[in-house]
């Protein structure tokens, strides 16, 4: 693996999306490139500070319903352009 390819997987392994294929490899690159391994230690930094200082709110249920209704009609719609599509 080159530094190319290991920057851009990892905003995956940071978050535990790389296969186990690319994670080993991931991880070799690591252990043989410092600049990588000083850039993936920083990134894991910043991950953390941003999760301590994020501020998570519940939705209100009435927009939780809403957003739900919004689901449904757009895919009723789907289904309905769909058929109309297979009839035409």
Same mark, same amino acid.
């Given at each position: ?12 392994? @940071? ?14 690159? @690591? ?22 200082? &994020? ?7 009435? @927009? ?8 449904? &009609? ?12 297979? &009839?035409?």
């Amino acid at each position: 693996m080159n530094c190319k390819k290991a920057r851009v997987l990892m905003s995956c392994a @940071l978050d535990g999306e790389l296969t186990p294929k690319e994670e080993q490899e991931f991880q070799q690159h @690591l252990s043989e490139c410092l600049a990588c391994a000083e850039e993936f230690t920083e990134a894991k930094k910043t991950k953390l500070i941003i999760r301590e200082k &994020i501020v998570r709110f519940k939705a209100p249920q009435s @927009l939780v319903d809403s957003v739900l209704r919004l689901g449904i &009609i757009s895919s009723r719609q789907t289904e309905e352009s769909l058929l109309f599509d297979q &009839i035409s």
